[in-house]
């Protein structure tokens, strides 16, 4: 069952449409969408209208997304209205335009997940928590293979070191009830996404979840990585009332515009940043950097240093997309105006 009711805040944006239902996109593939409702599944397309009003990538339904829809139509309803989104994890589209790509939308926690076998890349976890902060859901960093780690407490403590303020949890493949460290993430109404590398064990975890082995997965390659299996976004009912959202493995995860998640990711760098003499300064040969004292006595090492300051020139790329900026406020405009309307727990 992939809900019960409407979520607290949206049934003030579902009288806006009348004669239009209710749904949450479920699947998405090649500008076809599988949506749900109460009264079960269908195949959606957008309108015509629609898709003439889009302005950029991310104005057209993504997995997780809360939509109107009309289902009077026949076998194909018909998308006439995204609503507004709590949160979107956003990267730039693989190769080299300057589009963006929505991973997914509505997430309440997004687990970063990496293997600790021949995946295991801080530098890639800190680009993944950078966007992960930029989303607006909380990031958990899951640590997958743990059968396959030869020193679990060196690896750990790296990862408590670009981690900070992060829940880190640790599960086998081995171990069908290693679930168990994710079920405080699981309540009624809650989304979950798994994001990560090909062959981390996303759709491992997500079987576990399940209780059944319903998505496909392979073992691991001659080279001690696991194969990519997942080959589209899906949003996917638990037991006890919870969502997964599986993602297919990404080759690449670019920065798009994320200056907040920036600073949440590398909160360490920024608080040295600050005392430093001059406000520009580039951590580089300016008399009174703070961010070079620090590496020299040992605090902060260059590789993250190096690390922060090639994110936010990949970052800055885009602070010239006028129409992505745009975009943007807009998206964090109707996140506010969301958030405002859901009850808050007393």
């Given at each position: 069952?992939?809900?019960?009711?409407?979520?607290?805040?949206?049934?003030?944006?579902c009288s806006e449409y009348p004669g239009l239902s209710f749904c949450r996109v479920i699947q998405q593939e090649k500008g076809l969408y599988q949506i749900v409702s109460p009264s079960g599944t269908r195949q959606a397309r957008v309108s015509g209208r629609f898709q003439y009003d889009a302005k950029t990538a991310s104005d057209?339904?993504?997995?997780?997304?809360?939509?109107?829809?009309?289902?009077?139509?026949?076998?194909?309803?018909?998308?006439?209205?995204?609503?507004?989104?709590?949160s979107v994890f956003l990267r730039k589209a693989?190769?080299?335009?300057?589009?963006?790509?929505?991973?997914?939308?509505?997430?309440?926690?997004?687990f970063l997940c990496m293997a600790l076998n021949n995946d295991f890349n801080l530098r890639r976890l800190e680009r993944y928590l950078s966007?992960?902060?930029?989303?607006?859901?909380?990031?958990?960093?899951?640590?997958?293979?743990?059968?396959?780690?030869?020193?679990?407490?060196?690896k750990l403590a790296l990862v408590q070191g670009v981690a900070t303020g992060v829940d880190i949890i640790t599960v086998s493949a081995l171990?069908?009830?290693?679930?168990?460290?994710?079920?405080?993430?699981?309540?009624?109404?809650?989304?979950?996404?798994?994001?990560?590398?090909?062959?981390?064990?996303?759709?491992?975890?997500?079987?576990?979840?399940?209780g059944e082995d319903r998505q496909k997965t392979n073992g691991l390659r001659g080279d001690d990585k696991g194969r990519h299996t997942t080959t589209h976004r899906e949003l996917i009912a638990l037991p006890g009332g919870a969502t997964v959202i599986d993602?297919?493995?990404?080759?690449?995860?670019?920065?798009?515009?994320?200056?907040?998640?920036?600073?949440?990711?590398?909160?360490?760098?920024d608080a040295l940043a600050a005392r430093c003499r001059f406000k520009d300064c580039t951590h580089r040969t300016e008399p009174g950097?703070?961010?070079?004292?620090?590496?020299?006595?040992?605090?902060?090492?260059?590789?993250?240093?190096?690390?922060?300051?090639?994110?936010?020139?990949?970052?800055?790329?885009?602070?010239?997309?006028?129409?992505?900026?745009?975009?943007?406020?807009k998206k964090f405009k109707q996140i506010a105006k969301l958030t405002r309307q859901i009850p808050r727990k007393k």
């Open positions: 069952m992939y809900w019960k009711s409407i979520p607290p805040g949206y049934e003030a944006f057209f339904p993504a997995v997780g997304d809360y939509v109107m829809a009309d289902l009077t139509g026949g076998d194909m309803a018909v998308i006439h209205r995204v609503l507004p989104r709590k693989a190769g080299s335009a300057k589009t963006e790509q929505i991973v997914a939308a509505n997430v309440d926690t997004v966007v992960a902060w930029d989303s607006g859901a909380v990031p958990v960093v899951l640590l997958t293979k743990a059968d396959l780690c030869d020193d679990l407490p060196a171990e069908r009830d290693g679930c168990q460290s994710i079920a405080p993430y699981l309540a009624e109404g809650k989304t979950l996404a798994f994001v990560g590398s090909s062959g981390v064990g996303k759709s491992t975890l997500t079987n576990a979840l399940l993602t297919p493995g990404m080759r690449e995860l670019g920065i798009w515009d994320a200056s907040e998640g920036l600073s949440a990711a590398f909160a360490d760098v950097c703070a961010v070079r004292a620090s590496l020299e006595r040992g605090e902060l090492s260059e590789a993250r240093l190096l690390s922060y300051q090639k994110l936010c020139a990949e970052n800055a790329w885009f602070e010239d997309a006028d129409a992505y900026r745009t975009a943007k406020e």
